[in-house]
Nanobody
Framework: QVQLVESGGSSVHPGGSLTLSCAASGSIITVVSMAWYRQAPGKARELVADTWSRGATTYADSVKGRFTISRDDAKNTVYLQMNNLEPEDTATYHC??????????????WGQGTQVTVSS
């Protein structure tokens, strides 16, 4: 199995910055992709950003230019640098990892979430 440990969530003022991290551990052969999703109260979970094994990344339109996703393959860790935070970024942020854990078996794993609150 794969365990995901997230950290970095906090409360900040608008315009502030935070860096989230998510470390994956367990019987991982290959990480296919790593991503951050978020879910605000009363709203559906949405993709914030993802990064693939060959370096490709995608971002939600609402965070382009403000957030940066990166990964450390040696540590199986993904980061989300969030700058110029807005109240609309308030949500629970969940790490998502797509990994091969044994030959021919690929699965998706979710972290429990870390809370980001942006308010004045």
């Amino acid at each position: 199995q794969v365990q995901l440990v997230e950290s970095g969530g906090s409360s900040v003022h608008p315009g502030g910055s935070l860096t989230l991290s998510c470390a994956a551990s367990g019987s991982i052969i290959t990480v296919v992709s790593m991503a951050w999703y978020r879910q605000a109260p009363g709203k559906a979970r949405e993709l914030v950003a993802d990064t693939w094994s060959r370096g490709a990344t995608t971002y939600a339109d609402s965070v382009k230019g403000r957030f940066t996703i990166s990964r450390d393959d040696a540590k199986n860790t993904v980061y989300l640098q969030m700058n110029n935070l807005e109240p609309e970024d308030t949500a629970t942020y969940h790490c998502n990892v797509d990994a091969v854990v044994e030959p021919g078996y690929e699965n998706i794993y979710w972290g429990q979430g870390t809370q980001v609150t942006v308010s004045s």
